[in-house]
């Protein structure tokens, strides 16, 4: 089947009030154009479409939260009339189609009302991670330019209350661009002061909402803004559209995941990342499924038996998490014992992705669930996956360190620096010949130069995934690293071009580098060196904590930033390049060769010195 035919049926499977007369719009590369005369509602495919087809009554939502001890369900109709209410406040407040709506909020089941109460409006929600600090939040509100901010008191970590309100506050002060409003939930573990005139209270404006309906809007229009990490301080805005996305998500459903209506399905990541956004959300309601909201941890919430007591409880049928949570179980439970003492029946399979799978990671997860673990790859751009073993079509064989072969849409390639492609086997860079298939993002958000720039510039024809990896003689495809300085901490997408700029930007410090190390449970971490100004009379540690406070305060305690030393000079190429390579080679343990083009090979010396009072290499 080609691909316009596969998509063109795929579409036959969604509600359209005016369907699609052409499959896709070619005329304008790469900005392709899926559905492009469709006219359609993410909402009114999430909810309503449900409740008419007699789903009312079915779960569409449990929130479990060990964090609060809190458990609470919605049937499909009772969340739609929550985000009609919703959307009807948004709306009191000017929020029409087009506008910008930025969510900042917990993992609790209002964040998903809000979301589809703007898609209800065919307002354009931006949700924001809340594990980022206000300087983060204040580049993305300036950048979305939102009417209206949806926030919370709190979030809730095993640890701590993180209170919200003030780091929402300061972003607002930080920022150019001023919210008309902003609605706060309160939640009953922490309190907040209010600006009068601006904030409203989520409870009360949802006391006298009127209710509002669906608003039709055109395939191609934006759904969600979501920023990640690129390679500078400045996050890409990935845009995703509307028709395309909702295709393709319910197209996943069944044929990716093997989940059918009424199944439950747990996405266990965070709103808001792109798994939240795709598979907490869009996906399982598209496919008239049950999901699970968990506000709480693989361990520690209360214990590594965490995961499977959900399972148990709601009868889950699939699951999906990072790699590293499954390292996090394994690391407090190597046994299984805790997984023993549940029934894990219902279990069919185990999605996994967000960073590389280690295979031991697999095998384990294998061993101990005896049901397929699937690893599959894909990124924020993409919104679904690009490689999957796709469970609704066929079971291949598992390969422990491929997330199998291309999906149905994509046509993955693995070429050289000049753009050939490699022998099988070989590594390269992984390009996605285009058009890329509907759901995947259609720009940058006020950005679409850095779009074809950052994606479409050096392989004319093909997406640049900034993955590097190879295809072997079977078509299975094996993603090793980044070929940017993104790197994946605990399954979190993170720039360490960002963090440079954020320690450069210290008064201590006159020069530094940040890597990505190898870390057995969040797959990496950052690691910064610092060369300080001349005359700074502070002890080296002084300044140390100091940098890690200002990271922790300027990106956020996401960054996982601990590691960090005070170095001399940096190793650098003659022409003044910093050698990021040849350092994390060193602290890997890796076989490293010396640089030709090294300025001083004899600082290489010094920083081994320093990684070493880190502790790396490990072990
Ligand atoms: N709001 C505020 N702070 C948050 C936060 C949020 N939503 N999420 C994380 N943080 C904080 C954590 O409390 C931690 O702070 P600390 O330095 O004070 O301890 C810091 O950010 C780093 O968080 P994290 O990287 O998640 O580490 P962790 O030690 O708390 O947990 C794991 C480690 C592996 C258990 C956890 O990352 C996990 O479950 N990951 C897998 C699932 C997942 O979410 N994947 C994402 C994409 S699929
Ligand atoms: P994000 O945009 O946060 O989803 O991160 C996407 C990046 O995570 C990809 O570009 C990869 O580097 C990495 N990634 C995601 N899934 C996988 C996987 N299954 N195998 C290897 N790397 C992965």
Redesign the pocket.
């Known amino acids: 089947m080609t691909n316009t035919e596969l998509w063109r049926q795929a579409a036959q499977d969604i509600h359209w009030y005016q369907a699609p007369t052409k499959v896709l719009d070619s005329s304008n590369p790469p900005f392709y154009r899926w559905f492009p005369d469709g006219v359609t509602n993410t909402c009114y495919n999430a909810l309503d479409i449900h409740v008419e087809q007699g789903r009312g009554e079915q779960t569409a939502v449990i929130y479990d939260s060990p964090v609060t001890d809190t458990k609470r369900q919605y049937t499909y109709a009772q969340l739609l009339s929550e985000v009609a209410r919703f959307a009807g406040v948004l709306a009191a407040q000017g929020v029409t189609k087009g506008d910008r709506v930025l969510v900042y909020m917990?993992?609790v089941p209002e964040t998903l009302i809000a979301m589809l109460a703007c898609a209800r409006l065919g307002a354009i929600h931006s949700v924001v991670?809340?594990?980022f600090a206000s300087n983060e939040l204040a580049v993305r509100i300036d950048d979305a330019t939102p009417r209206v901010i949806v926030s919370a008191t709190c979030?809730v970590?095993?640890?701590?209350v993180?209170a919200y309100k003030p780091l929402l506050d300061k972003a607002i002060e930080l920022a150019q661009h001023k919210p008309g409003s902003c609605i706060i939930l309160h939640r009953p573990l922490q309190d907040a002061s209010m600006v009068r005139g601006r904030d409203l209270d989520w409870a009360q404006a949802m006391a006298s909402a009127e209710p509002a309906d669906c608003v039709p809007v055109n395939a191609n229009d934006p759904l969600y803004i979501l920023y990640t990490s690129g390679t500078t301080g400045q996050p890409k805005g990935v845009v995703r559209d509307t028709g395309g996305h909702i295709v393709a998500l319910k197209w996943s459903m069944k044929n990716i995941y093997n989940v059918e209506p009424g199944d439950v399905y747990w996405?266990?990541?965070?709103v808001?990342?792109v798994?939240?956004h795709s598979y907490i959300v869009y996906g399982p309601l598209f496919g008239g499924n049950t999901t699970v909201i968990y506000e709480g941890?693989?361990?520690?919430t209360p214990d590594p038996g965490a995961f499977w007591r959900v399972i148990e409880e709601y009868k889950v049928k699939v699951m999906?998490?990072?790699p590293?949570?499954f390292?996090?179980i394994k690391k407090e439970d190597p046994q299984g014992e805790y997984l023993v003492k549940y029934d894990l029946s219902g279990l069919q399979a185990l999605f996994l992705?967000?960073?590389r799978c280690d295979p031991h990671t697999l095998e384990w997860a294998q061993e101990k669930l005896q049901i397929p673990v699937i690893d599959h790859w894909w990124q924020t751009e993409t919104g679904w996956p690009i490689c999957s073993n796709c469970l609704g079509i066929e079971l291949l064989p598992i390969v422990p360190g491929s997330p199998a072969r291309a999906v149905p849409g994509y046509d993955v390639r693995a070429l050289d620096g000049e753009g050939n492609p490699v022998t099988a086997g070989d590594i390269g860079v992984l390009v996605i010949k285009n058009p890329l298939p509907p759901g995947n993002f259609t720009t940058l958000w006020n950005a679409e130069d850095r779009f074809i720039e950052a994606y479409f510039s050096k392989y004319p024809g093909y997406y640049e995934t900034g993955d590097a990896g190879y295809i072997d003689e079977n078509g299975y495809v094996f993603v090793m690293a980044r070929t940017d300085d993104v790197i994946n901490?605990?399954?979190?997408r993170l720039s360490t071009g960002a963090m440079e700029e954020v320690l450069s930007d210290h008064d201590d410090v006159a020069e530094c580098a940040v890597i990505g190390v190898a870390d057995a449970?969040?797959g990496q971490l950052p690691l910064g060196l610092l060369v300080l100004n001349t005359g700074v009379t502070k002890a080296p540690g002084e300044v140390v904590a100091d940098a890690i406070q200002h990271m922790?305060d300027r990106i956020?305690?996401?960054?996982?930033f601990?590691l960090c030393a005070v170095v001399e000079r940096l190793p650098k190429t003659r022409s003044g390049k910093i050698l990021r390579g040849t350092m994390r080679s060193i602290a890997d343990g890796e076989a490293w060769k010396m640089p030709a083009t090294i300025d001083d090979e004899a600082i290489l010396d010094e920083i081994t010195a320093a990684l070493r009072e880190l502790g790396y290499p490990m072990g």
């Open positions: 917990p993992m991670f809340g594990g979030g970590e095993p640890s701590r993180v996405a266990a990541s965070d808001g990342w798994v939240g941890k693989p361990v520690g999906f998490t990072a590293t949570a390292r996090a992705a967000g960073e901490v605990a399954g979190h449970m969040k922790r956020g305690p996401v960054a996982a601990k």
